[in-house]
């Protein structure tokens, strides 16, 4: 008895709070001010959502799954399934919601658990991202976009997909995926997906790829030496093809006291954007360099400036995040490159993780931390020396910065601020995978830590 009370109760509630049955076009009392106002209009001018008996439309509601159903069979012109069998534990079959229930269920748009279909469950972000998805039959896409959806979360790909066809957008860089939708939230994505000229501007990821080879819409870049000179590169990884897109010995000054494309150095790709650090100040009787520059390449017109973002010439790794740049400085000292460096036996520097604007204005200090002293290599000019830009000791992954040092691994998370110790293993290198952290240790054997 008590079930079918419930069953009843909440029939009751998809019947008063679900706008499946709509009126002609209203202006509602309580949305003539709203941001959404003309999202609003825009469905309710099409009959495919309405408002309450008060003639209201509680646009600051959370939306339910049942009412994000509703709208959706309207809005795409589902026809109703008929004759479902499908049987559910929270809705019954003489509900008159149970054919729209019955028929999301069934194409997949909206998916139950355990029997449950859950009606009357506030709508999350992430799950208004994979209805909309499904019901659009958008590409799942693997960018990063927001620095709180991590590859790690069920809709990653959903998020990431919708957000690149300018249906939904974040704040501060952020999606908040576990956030409730409310009505006039999902007015906007659903209008946004229906109708072109709706949609947002520009897409933007806040979060920036790094590596040696780094890969965006379908085409990954490095830098490489060919049989005349070093060069960028961009693969098309559908094709196979490849082609040179920037030329060492074409630019200008370079190797006149710096180097400014280096096989082996770290790219960082941040929208339509390519980072190359290079060598600067080149020291003309060890050939080593005292401080770095910074190039810039734009992936639509391949044009480039060098040195045109302020940042300080003994800056190390280097991370964009949330339209912030993050590198390191050494705190006591400037540590030259030298042969006398011995990479089996390493040290501990201290360090300060500084972030500054895309413009190289408002410097921030984010945190001091102690990290081991190994470079990553790139190209030597001699065997003993190691001169990358980036210390293997420290290592960024979407909205963290991983780092080792005498006493263990640490993660530094960029969204709170707040630093936790991993392992007490003693490592000397280190990579991350979706879930991972793999950490070598001083004696070569490998550990998997939990990111």
Same mark, same amino acid.
């Given at each position: 008895?008590?079930?079918?009370?419930?069953?009843?109760?909440?029939?009751?509630?998809?019947?008063?709070?679900?706008?499946?049955?709509?009126?002609? #076009?209203?202006?509602?009392?309580?949305?003539?001010?709203?941001?959404?106002?003309?999202?609003?209009?825009? =469905?309710?001018?099409?009959?495919? !959502?309405?408002?309450?008996?008060?003639?209201?439309?509680?646009?600051?509601?959370?939306?339910?799954?049942?009412?994000?159903? #509703?709208? %959706?069979?309207?809005? =795409?012109?589902?026809?109703?399934?008929?004759?479902?069998?499908?049987?559910?534990?929270?809705?019954? /079959?003489?509900?008159?919601?149970?054919?729209?229930?019955?028929?999301?269920?069934?194409?997949?748009?909206?998916?139950?658990?355990?029997?449950?279909?859950?009606?009357?469950?506030?709508?999350?972000?992430?799950?208004?991202?994979? !209805?909309?998805?499904?019901?659009?039959?958008?590409?799942?896409?693997?960018?990063?976009?927001?620095?709180?959806?991590?590859?790690?979360?069920?809709?990653?790909?959903?998020?990431?997909?919708?957000? *690149?066809?300018?249906?939904?957008? +974040?704040?501060?860089?952020?999606?908040?995926?576990?956030?409730?939708?409310?009505? #006039?939230?999902?007015? #906007?994505? =659903?209008?946004?997906?229906?109708?072109?000229?709706? $949609?947002?501007?520009?897409?933007?990821?806040?979060?920036?790829?790094? +590596?040696?080879?780094?890969?965006?819409?379908?085409?990954?870049?490095?830098?490489?030496?060919?049989?005349?000179?070093?060069? =960028?590169?961009?693969?098309?990884?559908?094709?196979? &093809?490849?082609?040179?897109?920037?030329?060492?010995?074409?630019?200008?000054?370079?190797?006149?006291?710096?180097? %400014?494309?280096?096989?082996?150095?770290?790219?960082?790709?941040?929208?339509?954007?390519?980072?190359?650090?290079?060598?600067?100040?080149?020291?003309? $009787?060890?050939?080593?360099?005292?401080?770095?520059?910074?190039?810039?390449?734009?992936?639509?017109?391949?044009?480039?400036? !060098?040195?045109?973002?302020?940042?300080?010439?003994?800056?190390?790794?280097?991370?964009?995040?949330?339209?912030?740049?993050?590198?390191?400085?050494?705190?006591?000292?400037?540590?030259?490159?030298?042969?006398?460096?011995?990479?089996?036996?390493?040290?501990?520097?201290?360090?300060?993780?500084?972030?500054?604007?895309?413009?190289? /204005?408002?410097? *921030?200090?984010? %945190?001091?931390?102690?990290?081991?002293?190994?470079?990553?290599?790139?190209?030597?000019?001699?065997?003993?020396?190691?001169?990358?830009?980036?210390?293997?000791? !420290?290592?960024?992954?979407?909205?963290?910065?991983?780092?080792?040092?005498?006493?263990?691994?640490?993660?530094?998370?960029?969204?709170?601020? /707040?630093?936790?110790?991993?392992?007490?293993?003693?490592?000397?290198?280190?990579?991350?995978?979706? &879930?991972?952290?793999?950490?070598?240790?001083?004696?070569? $054997?490998?550990?998997?830590?939990? /990111?």
């Amino acid at each position: 008895m008590k079930n079918i009370l419930v069953g009843a109760l909440i029939a009751l509630l998809i019947l008063v709070a679900t706008p499946f049955q709509v009126q002609a #076009a209203t202006s509602f009392s309580d949305v003539d001010t709203h941001w959404a106002k003309k999202e609003i209009k825009y =469905l309710s001018d099409r009959k495919i !959502i309405g408002g309450y008996p008060d003639g209201t439309f509680n646009p600051n509601q959370p939306i339910t799954r049942a009412q994000a159903s #509703a709208m %959706l069979i309207k809005a =795409l012109n589902i026809p109703l399934v008929k004759n479902p069998t499908v049987t559910f534990k929270d809705v019954s /079959k003489n509900s008159p919601y149970y054919q729209v229930l019955a028929t999301v269920n069934q194409k997949e748009i909206l998916r139950g658990d355990n029997g449950f279909i859950r009606p009357g469950e506030a709508t999350s972000r992430a799950q208004m991202a994979a !209805i909309l998805r499904r019901s659009f039959n958008l590409p799942f896409d693997k960018q990063a976009t927001f620095v709180d959806m991590t590859e790690a979360h069920w809709a990653f790909g959903d998020v990431n997909g919708i957000a *690149k066809k300018g249906i939904t957008g +974040g704040s501060d860089g952020r999606f908040m995926p576990s956030n409730s939708v409310t009505r #006039a939230q999902f007015s #906007a994505f =659903l209008v946004r997906a229906l109708d072109n000229s709706m $949609k947002l501007g520009n897409y933007h990821s806040y979060v920036s790829q790094k +590596g040696k080879t780094v890969e965006q819409n379908g085409f990954s870049y490095t830098v490489s030496k060919d049989r005349t000179s070093t060069k =960028l590169f961009k693969t098309n990884l559908k094709a196979g &093809t490849q082609a040179a897109i920037l030329d060492s010995a074409t630019m200008p000054d370079n190797g006149t006291n710096r180097v %400014l494309l280096m096989t082996g150095y770290q790219l960082i790709i941040y929208n339509d954007d390519i980072f190359i650090p290079y060598w600067n100040l080149i020291n003309e $009787k060890n050939k080593m360099p005292s401080g770095y520059g910074l190039t810039k390449i734009n992936t639509n017109s391949w044009s480039y400036t !060098i040195g045109s973002i302020p940042i300080e010439q003994k800056f190390r790794n280097m991370f964009i995040w949330n339209d912030r740049i993050f590198y390191t400085m050494e705190k006591n000292k400037e540590r030259v490159f030298d042969a006398k460096f011995n990479p089996e036996n390493p040290i501990d520097d201290p360090l300060v993780l500084y972030s500054i604007t895309m413009d190289g /204005k408002g410097k *921030k200090k984010e %945190l001091g931390f102690d990290a081991r002293v190994i470079f990553d290599e790139v190209e030597l000019t001699s065997k003993n020396v190691q001169v990358s830009h980036n210390n293997k000791s !420290i290592l960024y992954d979407h909205s963290a910065m991983y780092y080792f040092n005498k006493t263990g691994v640490f993660k530094y998370n960029l969204l709170d601020k /707040k630093t936790s110790k991993l392992s007490n293993v003693l490592a000397k290198d280190m990579e991350v995978t979706a &879930t991972q952290l793999v950490v070598t240790d001083q004696k070569g $054997k490998k550990h998997n830590l939990k /990111k």
